[in-house]
């Protein structure tokens, strides 16, 4: 089964930028879809980017433009590239693969985006 660690939170100020890692071990990461979440002081769990087993991706509309998902198989990691930030991206940023019903989490990175 598959082991998830999330790095590369930090402080940032607004219109800056950071790539998250979501690097994986016990398990070949690309056998997996995989998404990434945050959550909000207060707030939901929401889904932000998604990179399936055959390479789509998805984005919520809040991120569209500005957040890239990808994968390097060689790396067995996911990144998030995050450009033009806002403070209302900050949050912790949660990893989670999912292949049928098993899926597996993060401990999740916190991005904190102000001046």
């Known amino acids: 089964q598959v082991q998830l660690v999330e790095s590369g939170g930090g402080l940032v100020q607004p219109g800056g930028s950071l790539r998250l890692s979501c690097a994986a071990s016990?398990?070949?990461?690309?056998?997996?879809?995989i998404g990434w979440y945050r959550q909000a002081p207060g707030k939901q769990r929401e889904l932000v980017a998604t990179?399936?087993?055959?390479?789509?991706?998805n984005y919520a509309d809040s991120v569209k433009g500005r957040f890239t998902i990808s994968r390097d198989v060689a790396k067995n990691t996911v990144y998030l590239q995050m450009n033009s930030l806002k403070p209302e991206d900050t949050a912790v940023y949660y990893c989670?693969?999912?292949?049928?019903?098993?899926?597996?989490w993060g401990q999740g990175t916190q991005v904190t985006v102000s001046s």
């Open positions: 989670k693969a999912d292949l049928g019903s098993f899926r597996s």
């Open positions: 016990g398990s070949i990461l690309s056998i997996y879809d």
């Open positions: 990179i399936m087993r055959g390479s789509r991706t």
